[in-house]
Structure formats: structure tokens, C-alpha cells
């Protein structure tokens, strides 16, 4: 079975700076999808940035990217120039890509990341 | 576009009274999902449907958990009879394809007493 972990519960930025959130996963599937989503105070579920397995170019979203890794299986998410309305809640999510494989998002059990001004 | 809607957006009930949770899903979305988020296991699906149809319900916790999905814009999700560790955030989601991305509404605060 497909597994996402973050190893990470909580981590702390000060505005302004970078901060790297680490996620693994396990599968035997080769093509398959990679998210990050954000969950603020309000619950809502905000997608940040997704990545396609068969893409070697890391995706990127203005002040977020991602540090994709197929071999090590890890997929990095790095916020840059961080700010107050990032602090959150941040879930690493996976989904096969396979046409006989499951539609459903695995997420990881995220990661709190708290900014300080 | 009005995203994903829910309701009710919070819900306080007794256990053993029936609890119906609504989805419309995004226009034109062919995918629509229901997760289950609780400090203890995390966010977890309970069913999806493809065109109105179930495909997975794996995920349904037990026979008291039920979900309909009669047109493409609207989907419910029951619990009946209910109970307190049915307490949780429920979500739902749709997506326009598959391996689409994923869109979730706010979500209902389901407290069972």
C-alpha cells in the first residue's frame, strides 16, 4: 500500500526567510502525482502545488517549489520569503497514475509550520 | 466559479439521530470525493463516485455510513444512526479528471454528543 510520511509535526520560520518541509512516500507505481496542500485556521484545503512523476523539472508556484526526488522518493516543499498568511497546516499528498489504480489522494499526516514576525 | 459547497457548515447532534452532510461539486467535475479528517488517523477517503457512480467506498467506515450522488451537482453523505466517534471534519472534493486536481470545499464540523 501506498504510504506518505512527513517527518516533521511542527516547524517554525521567521518572516521573511526560507523553510524546507520534507515528505517520502512509498509505491511501486512509476507514474503517479504529488501534491501539497495547505490548511490554514479556517479548515479549508488549499491546494499549494502539484508534480507529475514523469516531469524531471520541479514544479513552482511564485514563492513555492519543490525538491522532487523519483529515486529517494521525497518531495520537498520549499516557501520562500515566508509570511504570516503561510502559517498552516501543510499536508504532502499522493495519488497513483495508473489507469486501474485508485483515484484517492494519500496524504501524509502534515506538518504544522508556524511564522514568527 | 463558486468552488466546492458544503453544508451545513457545522453540525451538533445526539447520538443516534441521523446526520446528513451536502456536496455540490464544482460545474463540469466528473469526480467527486468524501474524506473524513480526525486528529487520530488523519485525513482519510470514505468514497468516490466517476459520473455519478460509486467506484470505491472502501473507505465507509461501517453500514450506519451511506452516500448518494443522484446528479452531477449534488451528493450526500448519511450517517444514521449516529455516534460520537463519528465526530469529525468531513470534506468534500471534486475534480475535472483523472489524476485531475482535487478541489476541496470548507468542510462540516460534525460534533456528535
Same mark, same amino acid.
Given at each position: 500500500?501506498q504510504t506518505v510520511?512527513?517527518?516533521q509535526?511542527?516547524?517554525? =520560520?521567521?518572516?521573511?526567510?526560507?523553510v524546507?518541509?520534507?515528505?517520502?512516500?512509498?509505491t511501486?507505481?512509476?507514474?503517479?502525482y504529488?501534491?501539497?496542500?495547505?490548511?490554514?485556521?479556517s479548515r479549508?484545503? +488549499?491546494?499549494? +502545488?502539484?508534480?507529475?512523476?514523469?516531469?524531471?523539472?520541479?514544479?513552482?508556484?511564485n514563492?513555492f517549489? =519543490?525538491?522532487?526526488?523519483?529515486?529517494?522518493?521525497?518531495?520537498?516543499?520549499?516557501?520562500?520569503?515566508?509570511?504570516?498568511?503561510?502559517?498552516?497546516?501543510?499536508?504532502?499528498?499522493y495519488?497513483?497514475?495508473?489507469?486501474?489504480?485508485?483515484e484517492?489522494?494519500?496524504?501524509?499526516?502534515?506538518?504544522?509550520?508556524?511564522?514568527?514576525? | 466559479d463558486?468552488?466546492v +459547497?458544503?453544508?451545513?457548515?457545522?453540525?451538533?447532534?445526539?447520538?443516534?439521530?441521523e446526520v446528513?452532510?451536502?456536496?455540490?461539486?464544482?460545474?463540469? #467535475?466528473?469526480?467527486?470525493?468524501?474524506?473524513?479528517?480526525?486528529?487520530?488517523?488523519g485525513?482519510e477517503l470514505?468514497i468516490?463516485?466517476n459520473?455519478?457512480?460509486?467506484i470505491?467506498?472502501?473507505?465507509?467506515?461501517?453500514?450506519?455510513?451511506s452516500?448518494k450522488?443522484?446528479?452531477?451537482?449534488?451528493s450526500?453523505?448519511?450517517i444514521?444512526?449516529s455516534?460520537?466517534?463519528d465526530?469529525? =471534519?468531513?470534506f468534500?472534493?471534486?475534480?475535472? #479528471?483523472?489524476?485531475?486536481?482535487q478541489y476541496f470545499g470548507?468542510?462540516?464540523?460534525?460534533l =456528535?454528543l
Open positions: 500500500a510520511t512527513q517527518s509535526p511542527e516547524m517554525s =520560520v521567521q518572516e521573511a526567510e526560507t524546507t518541509l520534507s515528505c517520502t512516500y512509498d511501486s507505481e512509476s507514474d503517479y504529488l501534491f501539497w496542500y495547505k490548511q490554514p485556521p479549508q484545503m +488549499i491546494l499549494v +502545488i502539484r508534480q507529475e512523476a514523469y516531469k524531471q523539472q520541479n514544479a513552482t508556484e514563492r517549489s =519543490v525538491n522532487f526526488q523519483k529515486a529517494a522518493k521525497s518531495f520537498s516543499l520549499k516557501i520562500s520569503d515566508s509570511q504570516l498568511g503561510d502559517a498552516a497546516m501543510y499536508f504532502c499528498a495519488t497513483p497514475g495508473n489507469q486501474g489504480g485508485s484517492k489522494l494519500v496524504f501524509g499526516k502534515g506538518t504544522k509550520l508556524t511564522v514568527n514576525p | 463558486a468552488g +459547497i458544503q453544508s451545513p457548515r457545522h453540525e451538533v447532534t445526539e447520538m443516534g439521530q446528513t452532510l451536502r456536496c455540490k461539486p464544482i460545474s463540469g #467535475h466528473d469526480y467527486l470525493f468524501w474524506y473524513r479528517q480526525t486528529m487520530m488517523r485525513l470514505l468516490y463516485f459520473n455519478n457512480v460509486p470505491d467506498d472502501s473507505g465507509m467506515p461501517e453500514d450506519r455510513f452516500a450522488m443522484p446528479n452531477a451537482s449534488f450526500t453523505l448519511k444514521q444512526p455516534e460520537p466517534r465526530s469529525a =471534519v468531513y468534500c472534493a471534486s475534480s475535472l #479528471h483523472r489524476q485531475g486536481t470548507p468542510g462540516t464540523r460534525l =456528535v
